[in-house]
């Protein structure tokens, strides 16, 4: 019996020393072993990151010049509008920050100019196609021109001589009406007005007054000094309805 028990706990004593062996072996594998850097590796890693630098900044100068030579070209065919200058950039896939730093550089050298662009644009359309404030302002955002700008330049661009320019406009398209009944001439001519940015009781009142004709006559009558009238050049233009 004495035999038996020694035996037992001879046993019970080799289990603990295994299961103790075993969680020894199982710590030593969790240390991480310390890393040895083969010879040149830091050194290649440095070299890698420099080229990196390189590249990249190779990369922006070719985009600059590029960017620079897009613009430029653009910029000879007609004025452009920062935006407008930005959205080909955009397009042609140049990298933001050098568009941002090209589209810097043409406003200060003036290149751009949105508030000068508003007023040459404004300026040219009202005088030589005679168009209206809406009329004006569709095609100042259609180049999308800073709305600041916009509204400056159509602030400006009222004169004295916007009636005279709006029954000008009246009066050539009214001639154009002479085989309509006077009713449907005068609705196709306010129509027209409005396409053109002619609105409201001004409009109506210059397409009367151009299908009437009487003012023509009247503004083209001269009083010299003697009393006597006389015509100032101008061709009178009456439009005869059915």
Do not use: C
């Not at 037992?8 to 289990?15: C, F, K, T």
């Not at 508030?115 to 196609?129: E, I, P, Q, S």
Request: proline share 2%; glycine share 6%; no cysteine.
């Amino acid at each position: 019996m004495t035999g038996s028990r020694t035996t037992g706990q001879g046993g019970v004593d080799r289990d603990r020393a295994d299961r103790d062996s075993a969680d020894r072996d199982g710590a030593d594998r969790d240390v991480i072993a310390p890393v040895t850097f083969l010879p040149g590796v830091r050194e290649a890693e440095a070299e890698r990151a420099a080229l990196a630098v390189v590249e990249a900044e190779s990369t922006r100068a070719a985009d600059a010049r590029r960017a620079e030579n897009v613009t430029m070209h653009a910029l000879t065919r007609r004025g452009q509008s920062r935006a407008e200058i930005a959205e080909l950039l955009r397009r042609r896939e140049i990298d933001p920050l050098v568009a941002e730093v090209e589209l810097d550089r043409l406003e200060s050298v003036g290149l751009i100019d949105d508030r000068a662009l508003a007023l040459d644009l404004v300026d040219r359309l009202r005088t030589r196609k005679k168009l209206g404030p809406s009329a004006l302002r569709n095609e100042l955002m259609q180049r999308k021109l800073d709305r600041a700008a916009n509204d400056e330049a159509l602030a400006e661009s009222s004169h004295d001589d916007d009636d005279d320019l709006l029954l000008d406009l009246a009066r050539d398209r009214a001639r154009r009406l002479g085989g309509l009944d006077r009713s449907t001439a005068e609705r196709r001519l306010v129509d027209f007005l409005a396409r053109k940015g002619h609105t409201g009781s001004t409009a109506r009142d210059a397409a009367r007054r151009a299908l009437d004709g009487d003012d023509d006559a009247r503004d083209d009558e001269h009083v010299d000094d003697d009393g006597d009238r006389s015509s100032r050049g101008a061709t009178v233009h009456r439009v005869q309805f059915r």
